[in-house]
């Protein structure tokens, strides 16, 4: 069955590292979405790629930046991080349709911790 | 700014009950979609309503949309103690992005 998948599950980092979050996802969706999820905030968008090569900003996108080398992933990387980057992360996929947003299909999420 | 808010913030009901959450937002929209969120877990989409619909079913979920409110209603009738989650309305806008902007989520817990 096909399925997303984001890793790892938790994450404990120390404040200035680099970290990488995976997103893997055998929809073949060419939409992929990065989300952090923080209480009183809801769900705001990191950074989306609409197919390879191509990659954009999101409301909340300082300190991150995405790359997309082929179809099934969407890795995130915190340049530096910082306590404020603590959150949990989702990543979600969905199909391209002209003219319309379809449904987003979402990752388990994968839970940050900057100390 | 979020683009939409739902109301109420919190919800608590017997089960078997019904459930309604709202939904506002603020601009032109191609179509408003319902997740849900278990604790800990990833969102789960519900259903999704076009912009030139007025109201949707989906099993016990029923969807209304009015665009003229700029408002949406989730309704979970016949409540079970497996509907405790968080539920999250997520508006497509117009103009060809392909993203979703997501409210900041009503918490339903059912009581048994």
């Known amino acids: 069955d096909a399925e997303i998948t984001q890793s790892p599950r938790h994450k404990i980092t120390e404040t200035g590292r680099q970290v990488t979050l995976a997103c893997h996802q055998t929809?073949?969706?060419?939409?992929m979405f990065w989300y952090r999820q923080d209480l009183g905030h809801g769900l705001r968008l990191i950074h989306y790629?609409?197919?390879?090569?191509?990659?954009n900003k999101g409301e909340v996108s300082d300190g991150y930046s995405v790359s997309r080398s082929n179809t099934e992933d969407l890795p995130l990387t915190l340049e530096s991080a910082a306590s404020s980057q603590t959150s949990v992360y989702f990543c979600?996929?969905?199909?391209?349709?002209?003219?319309?947003?379809?449904?987003?299909?979402f990752g388990s999420g994968t839970r940050l911790t900057v100390v | 700014s979020q683009q939409g808010e739902e109301d109420p913030q919190a919800l608590s009901i017997q089960e078997g009950e019904n459930a309604t959450m709202n939904c506002s937002y603020k601009?032109?929209?191609?179509?408003l979609q319902w997740y849900r969120q278990n604790s800990g877990r990833g969102l789960v989409h519900l259903i999704l309503?076009?912009?030139?619909?007025r109201e949707k079913h989906s099993g016990r979920l029923r969807v209304t949309l009015d665009t003229s409110k700029k408002s949406s209603s989730l309704l979970i009738t016949a409540s079970r103690a497996a509907d405790t989650a968080s539920y999250f309305c997520?508006?497509?806008?117009?103009?060809?992005?392909?993203?979703?902007?997501f409210g900041q989520g009503t918490r339903l817990t059912i009581n048994p």
């Open positions: 979600a996929s969905s199909e391209s349709f002209s003219g319309s947003v379809s449904s987003y299909t």
């Open positions: 929809w073949n969706h060419n939409n």
């Open positions: 790629s609409y197919g390879v090569q191509d990659t």
């Open positions: 601009t032109s929209i191609n179509n």
């Open positions: 309503i076009r912009s030139n619909e």
């Open positions: 997520a508006t497509g806008l117009r103009g060809g992005a392909q993203k979703l902007v």
